[in-house]
């Protein structure tokens, strides 16, 4: 048995307030704790993928990335070891700024501007900045 979606294409932006009025409130599933001891918890890329994507594909919109600019840097701790500098990355930063061209099935489009940032003590910080944006 295949699942079949219901289309129900409309010009752009009826698509867009369609989609916000099914998708209604997210709640927030997914807990983060934090080095400094603020424990609390965020709406997951996950939840957000799996309400958006058969919406998107009812509504016929679809959303093309275009990353705009990227960065990324790192910060170090220094330390005096046996007379030694010795310098040990702490955390990895990156930002992104992306372009997202939304179109309907007509060929109108909308881009929309987003920027995600994101700090690490691993090589995810440039994936997770690129999942801030599309998330927000």
């Not at 099914?22 to 934090?34: C, F, H, L, N």
């Not at 007509?106 to 690490?120: I, Y």
Request: aromatic share 10%; glycine share 6%.
């Amino acid at each position: 048995m295949t699942d079949t979606i219901e289309t129900n294409y409309q010009p752009l932006h009826k698509a867009i307030l369609s989609i916000k009025g099914e998708v209604g409130r997210m709640q927030k599933d997914t807990p983060i704790s934090a080095a400094s001891g603020r424990d609390y918890s965020v709406v997951g890329y996950e939840q957000i993928i799996a309400k958006l994507a058969p919406l998107f594909l009812k509504y016929g919109i679809n959303v093309y990335p275009s990353v705009v600019e990227e960065s990324s840097w790192d910060t170090y701790r220094e330390r005096v070891d046996n007379g030694i500098l010795v310098k040990t990355r702490e955390t990895h930063f990156a930002k992104v700024i992306v372009d997202y061209k939304i179109c309907d099935t007509t060929g109108v489009s909308e881009t929309v501007r987003m920027v995600g940032e994101s700090e690490n003590d691993n090589d995810k910080s440039m994936s997770a900045a690129l999942s801030f944006a599309w998330k927000y």
